[in-house]
Nanobody, 129 residues
Framework: QVQLVESGGGSVQTGGSLRLSCIVS????????MGWFRQAPGKEREFVAS????????YYGESVKGRFTISRDDAKSTLYLQMNSLKPEDAGVYYC??????????????????????WGQGTQVTVSS
């Protein structure tokens, strides 16, 4: 049974930082590209960042480039998202996602949430102005 458990969300002021974590169990974490997505109320789920299984390639949504950093620790089966210079428009529920197939690339995940087979329960991020 594959499980993804996010943590680290919270409430911060504009300009603040948060670090999200996603612990994966039930699969060989190191064999898969991984991604972060977010969803604001009334909006569709959107791509935030993805990382290749080697960690060498990363992709970011335009709105978060230069502010967010995705990383992974295969020894801990954990995906991270460091979020700096947070803005009110960054608020929403953040989800980590794992594709169905090992061959799914981080680039593919950056193009469509449909590439994700497994989702975590999400962690809420609130940014006040």
């Amino acid at each position: 049974q594959v499980q993804l458990v996010e943590s680290g969300g919270g409430s911060v002021q504009t300009g603040g930082s948060l670090r999200l974590s996603c612990i994966v169990s039930g699969r060989t974490f190191s064999s898969y590209s991984m991604g972060w997505f977010r969803q604001a109320p009334g909006k569709e789920r959107e791509f935030v960042a993805s990382i290749s299984l080697t960690g060498h390639r990363t992709y970011y949504g335009e709105s978060v480039k230069g502010r967010f950093t995705i990383s992974r620790d295969d020894a801990k089966s954990t995906l991270y998202l460091q979020m700096n210079s947070l803005k009110p428009e960054d608020a929403g529920v953040y989800y980590c996602g794992m594709p169905d197939r090992q061959g799914t690339t981080a680039l593919t995940m950056s193009n469509s949430a449909s590439a994700v087979r497994y989702w975590g329960q999400g962690t809420q991020v609130t940014v006040s102005s």
